[in-house]
């Protein structure tokens, strides 16, 4: 069966730093494009980051870029995203996900990513 199951999150102040996890089980996490999205409270799920298959390209929303970092671990099967100077606007429950449609680019687009994680809380608040 193949699952993501992500850890991390939390409270943090603003300024503060937080990494978030996403372990893949049932499959191998770099034969699929991953992706990154979020999802505030009463608004829709949008795209964060996500790494292409080939592990060759990263792309980031224009509001994290600079911020965030996407990474892989393909030894642990686990991708990571790592945020930094963190601002209440990215208060929101996050997901990872995998899809399996693409292979030189990675895709924004929410329905074409077939397996989710759990998601995660980040709270980013004084």
């Known amino acids: 069966q193949l699952q993501l199951v992500q850890s991390g999150g939390g409270l943090v102040q603003p300024g503060g730093s937080l990494r978030l996890s996403c372990a893949a089980s049932?499959?191998?996490?770099?034969?699929?494009?991953i992706g990154w999205f979020r999802q505030a409270p009463g608004k829709e799920r949008v795209w964060v980051s996500c790494?292409?298959?080939?592990?060759?390209?990263?792309n980031y929303a224009a509001s994290v870029k600079g911020r965030f970092t996407f990474s892989r671990d393909g030894a642990k099967n686990t991708v990571y995203l790592q945020m930094n100077s963190l601002r209440p606007e990215d208060t929101a429950v996050y997901y990872c996900?995998?899809?399996?449609?693409?292979?030189?680019?990675?895709?924004?687009?929410?329905?074409?990513?077939?397996?989710w994680g759990q998601g995660t809380q980040v709270t980013v608040s004084s």
């Open positions: 790494i292409s298959r080939d592990g060759r390209t990263t």
């Open positions: 049932g499959f191998t996490s770099e034969d699929y494009g």
């Open positions: 996900a995998a899809e399996k449609n693409f292979w030189y680019t990675c895709t924004d687009d929410v329905s074409e990513y077939a397996y």
